[in-house]
């Protein structure tokens, strides 16, 4: 049975480490934008993401290199640095889908980046890619579906019986992720914010409240363990 998969979308250390305590994660992404906000050495930064979430999580690097050959020299570096579960973020171009072919015969996993149709997904999907990251908001911001994009993607990976995942990326509210669970989306990755907006809703507020009224009102402030005694 195949199990969705919720991953931060963060290099802020103590985001991950709060997410990682208290949310069902499979791992962390990054881009060079997300990196850059730390303002942190970036070797030592990878090094104490990976040793946060340990050698079992996924973590997912990106090359900032534009052509083959310097983008395959980047993801063998960067796989020696981050150790355990990586991927190396590859966006989508010719260069791109030249280095995805390299590297996955050398055995680096890959997830490709910066899609927004259907078609770059296929492509990547094709040349090797472990998962594909189409950019929700970005495509509702131009007046595009980004569930639409992913629900069709999804359907042809399924339909050529490719094993690709769909990694959907660049969420800003909780209804674009609902909406691309919805559609068979296999994995999203999303900021530390969302993941506390998800669980949020003010009737679950009001119901743990009622019911700690309704104790007190019974056994005042004694909790559980001590009526067990």
Not at 138 to 150: Q, T
Not at 194 to 214: C, E, M, N, R, S
Request: glycine letters at 4%; proline letters at 4%; aromatic letters at 8%.
């Amino acid at each position: 049975m195949k199990i969705m998969q919720f991953i931060i979308d963060s290099a802020d250390t103590k985001a991950i480490r709060h997410c990682m305590e208290f949310f069902p994660v499979a791992g962390v992404t990054t881009n060079p934008t997300i990196i850059s906000r730390e303002k942190s050495d970036f070797k030592q930064l990878i090094a104490e993401i990976r040793s946060i979430i340990g050698p079992d999580k996924m973590l997912h690097v990106q090359c900032t290199s534009d052509t083959a050959e310097e983008i395959v020299a980047e993801a063998q570096a960067l796989k020696t640095i981050a150790g355990g579960d990586f991927y190396v973020k590859i966006p989508v171009s010719a260069e791109g889908l030249k280095a995805i072919r390299i590297l996955k015969g050398q055995g680096i996993k890959v997830t490709a980046t910066a899609i927004f149709t259907q078609q770059q997904a296929l492509l990547a999907a094709l040349s090797g890619a472990d998962y594909v990251a189409p950019y929700i908001n970005r495509l509702d911001n131009i007046v595009s579906d980004g569930a639409h994009v992913v629900e069709e993607i999804v359907t042809l990976f399924k339909m050529h019986n490719i094993p690709t995942k769909v990694l959907a990326a660049s969420f800003k509210n909780v209804e674009q992720v609902h909406k691309v669970s919805m559609v068979g989306c296999p994995a999203v990755t999303i900021n530390p914010e969302l993941f506390d907006q998800l669980i949020y809703h003010p009737l679950t507020l009001y119901a743990v409240d009622a019911f700690t009224a309704d104790w007190e009102m019974v056994y005042g402030e004694k909790k559980i363990l001590e009526l067990l005694k």
